[in-house]
């Protein structure tokens, strides 16, 4: 009897330290979902203010006529907001061609000026733009934990000074706004991953890292079990 307290005593000390860091991930997490006010903080929501809709000029139509004329067969035209003022996206089964409605003509790269004044434009927090950059290569984050663009690369990213380190990025070939990321975002996120025990996409409520988790759990708990069954003899056994 002795001996198999034994080994269950000390399977149940090895469950518990295999077990500490996933739990102490998993309290942490819930604490920042909890705590961290998600749209206006995490997301950004309280410093980019969007356009409403696509600043048209007055001889869209014209100028979309003469895009159409070189690009063929579009099965869907759509409208957005960018860098170099309003352009057209011509949806074809091949991909989409990016036009300007100022002129009609192919949209050309946008430089670092010309995110800079847009990146501005969108900004509404108090923080001053201190750099605009090109990404050209994947950043990650946090011991290589959080990629804030998923592996996304060819953009420009608008950086400002406020408290939360606003990150704006904008695609590289048309200077369209795409997302904004902060430091606060990152550890949301790598809460997340913990939280869920998802190291790669974040999505993945049952991989097999978690399934094996819980079944260490039942572990801990049955021989937690055992153990607390071995005291109660003791006890009533002293009597």
Do not use: C
Not at 107 to 135: M, N
Request: hydrophobic share 45%; aromatic share 14%; proline share 3%.
């Amino acid at each position: 009897m002795k001996k198999t307290q034994y080994y269950v005593r000390k399977t149940h000390r090895v469950f518990s330290y295999l077990l500490f860091l996933q739990l102490m991930a998993w309290i942490l997490g819930g604490a920042t979902f909890a705590l961290v006010p998600f749209d206006s903080l995490v997301k950004g929501g309280a410093v980019v203010a969007l356009p409403e809709s696509s600043p048209l000029p007055g001889d869209w139509v014209d100028s979309l006529a003469i895009a159409l004329t070189d690009v063929d067969s579009p099965h869907e035209v759509i409208t957005v907001a960018s860098s170099q003022g309003a352009l057209a996206g011509l949806k074809r089964p091949a991909g989409t061609t990016w036009v300007s409605l100022e002129n009609g003509q192919l949209a050309s790269r946008p430089d670092s000026g010309q995110i800079s004044t847009y990146a501005k434009k969108l900004y509404a927090g108090e923080g001053v733009l201190t750099s605009a950059r090109f990404v050209a290569q994947t950043e990650a984050r946090y011991f290589g934990l959080v990629d804030e663009l998923y592996g996304r690369t060819g953009v420009w990213q608008a950086s400002f000074s406020d408290f939360q380190n606003t990150r704006l990025y904008f695609d590289g070939d048309t200077g369209r706004y795409l997302t904004v990321r902060n430091d606060f975002w990152v550890f949301y996120d790598a809460m997340w991953r913990l939280h869920i025990m998802d190291y790669r996409g974040g999505e993945d409520f049952n991989n097999l890292l978690l399934r094996a988790t819980v079944l260490l759990t039942l572990g801990f708990l049955l021989s937690g079990l055992v153990l607390m069954s071995y005291s109660i003899r003791r006890y009533l056994a002293s009597r």
